[in-house]
């Protein structure tokens, strides 16, 4: 393992670009993964990882160590001292492990089936992260995310997603409108207005495209134009909305339920 202590290296000039450029992280076609847990979800979706960074005071930890030795030998290997590493981690508190990996390849479109989640100008890197953990945990492996998402491979969404994204398929910065068009099942967005419907009184066991927007300014005009349906969750009294990750994991999951109980019944 080589150990680099100058922050004019060109290694640390480009970890500290990746952790902290969008800009830097699309013109390079890579991005970090940061901590033990996500650099084995890759290890374990057979990613390939370009490189791992180690900090001085984790480089004997057992996890780190276990890692390693799974890791192929040819990934080159580097130690920084710990004021080093927190100056190239992404994330505030570093847990002393660091890989980078290429960005996905661009893929022509292949038409949409089943359900997938649709997201319109979703900011928060740890909302966005939570949500693509969610649609993997509920079983959706689609999501289209639109021009003003957060940057789905930025290092902190994929702390927040731990993992997801080596299970789904991601659309980013697309025209969602535009890719919605041949869609062949219901859109639906949580959104208020009238001929809403509650959640619990639809009928979830086709293909749905679930249409979810920020907390703020919620889904723009166009994309809720979009939908077959508004639906709204049914809460208490005194409370006015949602986080966007807890709306997406009471649809999806209550999706999720209606789907296992008709296998059942069919049973």
């Not at 893929?107 to 649709?118: H, I, K, M, R, W």
């Not at 659309?171 to 099942?185: C, Q």
């Not at 066991?205 to 809720?224: I, M």
Request: charged share 20%.
């Amino acid at each position: 393992m080589k150990t680099i202590s100058s922050r004019d290296n060109p290694l640390v000039k480009r970890l500290h670009a990746l952790a902290h450029s969008a800009r830097e992280r699309r013109q390079r076609g890579e991005t970090l993964l940061d901590g033990a847990h996500l650099v084995e979800a890759a290890v374990d979706a057979q990613w390939p990882l370009k490189a791992i960074v180690c900090s001085q005071h984790s480089a004997s930890h057992p996890e780190h160590q276990r890692l390693l030795d799974v890791i192929a030998a040819d990934v080159p290997r580097y130690q920084l001292p710990d004021a080093l590493f927190r100056h190239v981690s992404p994330v505030d508190n570093p847990a002393g492990l660091l890989a980078i990996i290429d960005l996905p390849a661009s893929a022509p479109p292949e038409p949409l089936v089943g359900s997938v989640v649709v997201l319109d100008a979703v900011q928060d890197p740890g909302n966005l992260g939570t949500i693509l953990r969610t649609a993997a945990a509920a079983g959706i492996r689609r999501v289209l995310l639109g021009a003003g998402c957060a940057q789905a491979w930025s290092p902190r969404v994929l702390r927040a997603g731990m993992g997801a994204h080596f299970v789904l398929e991601l659309e980013d910065g697309i025209d969602l409108p535009g890719r919605l068009e041949a869609y062949p099942g219901r859109c639906l967005a949580t959104a208020l207005g009238e001929g809403a419907c509650a959640l619990y009184a639809l009928d979830l066991r086709g293909p749905v495209a679930w249409l979810f927007g920020a907390e703020g300014q919620g889904l723009s005009p166009t994309l809720l134009a979009r939908a077959d349906q508004r639906v709204i969750i049914p809460m208490a009294g005194g409370i006015e909305s949602l986080n966007v990750g807890a709306a997406v994991a009471v649809c999806l999951f209550e999706q999720a339920r209606q789907v296992s109980a008709a296998v059942v019944s069919a049973h």
